[in-house]
């Protein structure tokens, strides 16, 4: 299992530090599959390849250009992760999750996770937005396993409220003000990169489920356990395996993402002002 010491994420926020000068990021926004066009609207950018942050992984997922924007976006200090890392890339949990924390040392206290998630409810369709209110997380080894780093939070992480009761009323707040709908459901997280099967699809509705992914759980964790407020919005790109008699693509969902860019950006945009 890999694992990183305090003084490790001291290094890498140093790096990246020395290329900020005195901007402090307010917000770190994740930018999931289809959805890194946010990122090209932040003003005064400042660009920060993963390749040159010490301990940061290389993004081979499509669509995911691997690098910090750093400038502003509705007022607001913000750093913007165009491209994530995955476990399904090859990568350990602790390195999927390394980012949020060398980010909260550079004094960001809130987080915004997006992701692209198959809809598992019935009752939605492609193309919703969808408030993530808990999540479920079934499949290996957490990001907090392993020596506690005492600095970022305690040995036992109370997940009651991973994603912020504030931050959620907001959103829907925000969304009502819109005209748009807005689910809210549970996203449960799927290793990857193999789409799921109609089994686990229908496993995952009894257990609650609402859509599922292959990100975003990890991220929360340690965000949860830094002190980190969190926002999580899904697009629902596709309906998740079994529901129609047809088989998955990534094409599909980099076309739905795509799709639903306008609303997605606006109701970031609307939080994002007021957080």
Request: proline share 6%.
């Amino acid at each position: 299992m890999k694992t990183f010491t305090y003084d490790e994420y001291l290094l890498s926020k140093k790096v990246i530090a020395r290329r900020l000068g005195d901007f402090v990021p307010e917000v770190l926004i994740t930018l999931g599959s289809g959805l890194g066009f946010m990122a090209d609207e932040v003003e005064n950018p400042i660009y920060v390849p993963y390749e040159e942050i010490p301990n940061f992984g290389t993004c081979t997922a499509p669509d995911h250009k691997g690098r910090f924007v750093f400038g502003t976006l509705c007022g607001k200090n913000v750093a913007v992760m165009q491209g994530r890392l995955h476990c399904y890339e090859g990568y350990e949990v602790q390195e999927v999750t390394y980012p949020i924390r060398v980010i909260r040392l550079l004094g960001t206290s809130k987080l915004i996770l997006t992701n692209a998630a198959g809809c598992v409810n019935m009752n939605w369709k492609v193309g919703d937005l969808m408030l993530i209110g808990d999540h479920i997380r079934l499949f290996g080894h957490g990001p907090l396993q392993g020596a506690n780093i005492p600095e970022f939070g305690p040995r036992f992480c109370d997940m009651s409220y991973v994603y912020s009761p504030r931050l959620q009323e907001l959103a829907e707040s925000k969304a009502r003000k819109l005209d748009m709908p807005l689910r809210k459901g549970v996203y449960m997280f799927f290793p990857g990169p193999n789409y799921e099967t109609p089994a686990e699809v229908r496993a995952a509705r009894v257990l609650g489920a609402d859509a599922v992914g292959m990100s975003t759980v990890p991220e929360a964790t340690v965000a949860a356990h830094c002190g980190m407020e969190v926002l999580g919005i899904t697009v629902l790109t596709n309906m998740a395996a079994g529901v129609l008699p047809q088989p998955l693509s990534g094409d599909e969902v980099t076309k739905a993402a795509a799709e639903a860019a306008e609303k997605f950006s606006g109701l970031i945009r609307a939080c994002l002002a007021e957080m």
